[in-house]
């Protein structure tokens, strides 16, 4: 029995032993054995183009430092976790591979150990990704992809190596993709999927190697409750690399650290009116993973013609790209922004290394008889593409800069309400973030008392849609038409809106902004909620709604407030005199259909209308915000 054989039977048996003691993802799996210690594990004897290649570096006794992987030979295959003891990816093209890598050892010495492996010239049918390292705890997703012309439905998954995971999802079978909480071991344990498709009589697999890490007990007041990813700062030489990983994502974070340690962007920078540098901010960047930093650098570098995302980041201490946030969010506790790798990434290998877990909310609100999308509309079409997760391609650099730049332009006015700039330089550097942060004088509360939305029915529902309170029964009575007559004569832009105080703010600067500097307007409606399995979004039937909101003329003081103080250097009064009036949605029509709203030729609009019904459209939008809740010290 060869020594991958080998690994297979004693997993396997430990997996057996384990599901018989009623073993799960809380049980202790440090008794678990696993051969292969003190070296580079690939446990697939055939490996075909297509077919996905796992390396795991292996030394469960040892701490490891210092990892460095290099490719010796074999066709240039692109790794994005070379300092990971993990790394995963695609053979394109049939050959002979070699890779090495250099590590240090817990006696401070450095080895180096290498490896090799054939991919034949048979293309593989499926393929399983995305092999890396997790700690104990932490979200996994892995997802397979197949030959175009086979049934997805045909899929099953199995665990074939290491103590049992436990899925998120009891679905096995007929899925592209499987979600499980890493379990908890006490020392490295690697844990494996086989994903296969039978076609013709003739089963076709391929297993993914996930490598679980253990972690310390979460303190009970850790400022993050779950396990969050091992992150690095994107800049080694940063002159925060000390303290910049701990002090905005890391489970021993118990309370906030001072100014002194981590000093927001402006202060730094010791002239309110002066723009930082784009490396002085990618300073302040940390990630799971090179890319990321690599993405959001060009981002500031090709998208920020104005300035706008350097100057609105003095207000925070840190920006945090991981592959397991999901979803973004500001937080006054680190006084970082928080943002979702899924907008950024461009190549599909980028892609492959970012958790596609379900967002928690999901089914909030279900309950409830309407529904209120909202969407960005560029010339009567969606300002930004969707891809799929289960379509994988690359994708063009602009496909969704969009979708960052309204994300940004939304959490970085929540910054500046915390911080705003006249109270930038007031506060003591022994002073911890959060307690300089929660002591402003909000302006969100200043719009709040001047100017205040009118209606609590709509912030009530809000707290079902948004935080999962659960609906009673008169707000499981209300119709579309019921929110229309609420809505659309109160002054919020956006039902996010009643969420709190803070999103309100939020809300019209982002919406401001984007009509502003891209021409990319607001779609918000009230719909019906159709149910069933296969809802398009033509069968949202709109009851109310608008383009452009913000120019309404009871709304754009309240808009003018809020531009103003969240970014001086804005022209924003000039900004809100340009602003039109908003286009009314097609009462009866689909959410498809009303697309097409905006002054536009007659040929161009029936010609649009009819390639609209036919292609994959946008899933709706609703819960892409996330408001999080502040430390209980």
């Not at 201490?317 to 973004?328: F, G, K, L, Q």
């Not at 979702?340 to 309950?367: C, V």
């Not at 009462?587 to 994959?616: A, C, F, H, Q, Y």
Request: hydrophobic share 40%.
């Amino acid at each position: 029995m060869n020594l991958k054989h080998y690994l297979r039977f004693t997993a396997l048996t430990s997996i057996l032993a384990l599901s018989a003691c009623g073993g799960s993802s809380e049980t202790d799996t440090s008794s678990v054995v696993q051969e292969g210690e003190g070296s580079i594990l690939q446990l697939e004897d055939n490996l075909q183009i297509n077919q996905s290649v796992d390396l795991v570096l292996f030394f469960p006794n040892d701490v490891i430092t210092n990892i460095v992987w290099q490719q010796t030979s074999g066709a240039a295959i692109d790794v994005y976790a070379k300092n990971s003891k993990v790394i995963g990816f695609t053979p394109i093209v049939a050959g002979n591979y070699g890779f090495e890598v250099s590590f240090v050892k817990n006696n401070g010495a450095r080895q180096t150990i290498s490896t090799s492996f054939t991919v034949t010239d048979t293309a593989s049918l499926i393929s399983a990704r995305l092999a890396h390292e997790v700690r104990s705890g932490n979200k996994v997703s892995l997802r397979a992809q197949i030959d175009a012309n086979i049934d997805e439905r045909l899929i099953t998954w199995q665990q074939v190596e290491g103590p049992t995971a436990s899925l998120t999802s009891s679905l096995v079978s007929g899925e592209l993709a499987i979600f499980f909480d890493a379990p908890l071991v006490s020392k490295d344990t690697f844990i494996s999927f086989e994903a296969a498709v039978t076609v013709d009589g003739t089963q076709h697999t391929d297993i993914v190697t996930i490598l679980v890490e253990a972690a310390n007990t979460i303190d009970e007041n850790a400022y993050f409750e779950t396990r969050v990813a091992t992150v690095f700062p994107y800049n080694d030489n940063s002159p925060y690399k000390d303290s910049l990983t701990n002090c905005v994502y890391s489970n021993t974070l118990t309370s906030s650290c001072t100014l002194s340690n981590l000093p927001l962007i402006a202060q730094e920078v010791q002239n309110s009116t002066a723009t930082p540098a784009i490396e002085d901010i990618m300073d302040r960047v940390v990630v799971s993973h090179q890319w990321m930093g690599d993405r959001f650098k060009e981002f500031l570098l090709n998208n920020d013609p104005s300035n706008d995302f350097k100057n609105l980041l003095r207000a925070t201490t840190a920006i945090v790209i991981s592959y397991d946030i999901r979803p973004s969010f500001y937080w006054v506790a680190t006084g970082a922004i928080y943002l979702d790798a899924n907008n950024f990434w461009q190549l599909a290998q980028e892609r492959d290394t970012i958790n596609e877990a379900p967002d928690f909310r999901a089914s909030f609100g279900n309950e409830l008889q309407f529904v209120m999308p909202w969407r960005y509309v560029k010339d009567n079409d969606y300002a930004s593409s969707s891809v799929p997760s289960s379509v994988r391609f690359n994708r063009d650099a602009n496909a969704a800069i969009y979708r960052i730049t309204s994300l940004m332009y939304h959490e970085l006015a929540h910054a500046n309400d915390f911080f705003p700039s006249n109270e930038w330089y007031i506060h003591s550097p022994q002073t911890r973030i959060l307690d300089a942060g929660t002591s402003s004088n909000f302006e969100s509360d200043q719009l709040a008392i001047s100017l205040p939305l009118k209606s609590q029915t709509m912030r009530d529902l809000a707290q079902v849609s948004f935080a999962g309170v659960d609906a009673n029964s008169l707000q499981k009575s209300y119709l579309p038409s019921d929110i229309e007559g609420i809505f659309s004569s109160d002054l919020a832009t956006d039902y996010y809106a009643y969420s709190s105080l803070r999103e309100d703010y939020a809300m019209l600067f982002e919406e401001l902004m984007m009509q502003t500097r891209y021409n990319v307007f607001r779609d918000v409606a009230v719909t019906n909620r159709p149910t069933g399995d296969d809802v398009s979004a033509n069968d949202y039937i709109v009851t109310w709604g608008q383009r452009g909101r913000i120019g309404e003329s009871t709304i754009k003081p309240r808009v003018l407030f809020s531009a103003s103080r969240v970014l001086p250097e804005f022209e924003s009064a000039a900004a809100i005199d340009n602003t039109p009036a908003p286009i009314a949605m097609i009462t009866g029509e689909d959410w498809i259909t009303n697309l097409v709203i905006s002054p536009t030729t007659i040929n161009t609009i029936k010609s649009k209308n009819r390639s609209l019904k036919t292609k994959v459209v946008p899933k709706l939008d609703t819960n892409r915000y996330y408001h999080k809740a502040l430390p209980k010290h």
